[in-house]
């Protein structure tokens, strides 16, 4: 996940309410390393905040990893059978086959009323992880295949810079973004 991206959740989960006890749901969440080392705007944007309010945040991915409390397969979410205030599914649908019958386990896992932040690259290389089907759609289209009537949020976000590019570099790549993320942020029908 890029910076803006993180900075992007944060800003749009910290104006929305959330009570204390909510709890939460990272899907394709890889391991606690990358989420503090290799990309630590992950937890320091994203998931520090919310357990300083109080929510209780897990994480689940399909690897069993140090840093996931549940182990499962996005497009089944088999053993998950119950459902989370909020849910986020950040840069995984890229990596699926049969994206609507894994959003709707997705969905699936979402309270009544609950929130859902979804993000997929709109413009990014290939990259497999372990598949990569080439997936970029726009807000509105990423939007439209979850089609829960409330989107509170949907951008394409042009990204800046990684933090480490520095210099002519930095500048340079803040001039020509080749990078978009389409971002989206619904509440599930009661
Ligand atoms: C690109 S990383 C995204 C990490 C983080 N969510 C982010 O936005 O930076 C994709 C993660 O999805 C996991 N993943 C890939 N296929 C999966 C599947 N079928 N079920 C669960 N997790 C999966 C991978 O193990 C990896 O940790």
């Known amino acids: 996940m890029f910076v803006d991206e993180s900075e992007w959740i944060r ?5 929305t309410p959330l ?8 899907i394709g969440s890889s391991t606690l ?4 080392v290799v990309q630590p705007h992950l937890d320091r944007n994203v998931f520090a905040p919310l357990r300083a309010r109080g929510l209780e945040v897990l994480h689940l991915d399909a690897r069993p990893e140090p840093g996931v409390d549940i182990v499962a397969d996005v497009t089944n979410l088999k053993g998950v059978d119950r459902t989370f205030d909020l849910v986020l599914c950040t840069n995984l649908l890229e990596h ?8 709707r386990h997705v969905a ?3 309270a009544p009323g ?21 997936y970029r759609p726009t807000a509105a289209e990423l939007a439209a295949l979850l089609g829960w009537p409330d989107v509170l949020r949907q951008e394409v976000l042009t990204i800046r810079a990684p933090e480490h590019y520095q210099g002519f570099k930095r500048a340079l790549r803040r ?5 978009q993320i389409a971002c989206v942020l619904a509440r599930k029908p009661t």
């Open 11 to 15: 800003d749009v989960l910290e104006a």
């Open 19 to 26: 009570e204390k006890g909510a709890t939460v749901l990272d």
């Open 33 to 36: 390393h990358f989420r503090t």
């Open 96 to 103: 699926v086959t049969d994206r609507e019958a894994t959003l």
């Open 108 to 110: 699936r896992v979402v």
């Open 114 to 134: 609950g929130l859902l932040v979804l993000t997929v690259p709109r413009r990014y290389p290939i990259h497999r992880d372990p598949i990569d089907t080439g």
């Open 175 to 179: 001039i020509f973004s080749p990078w």
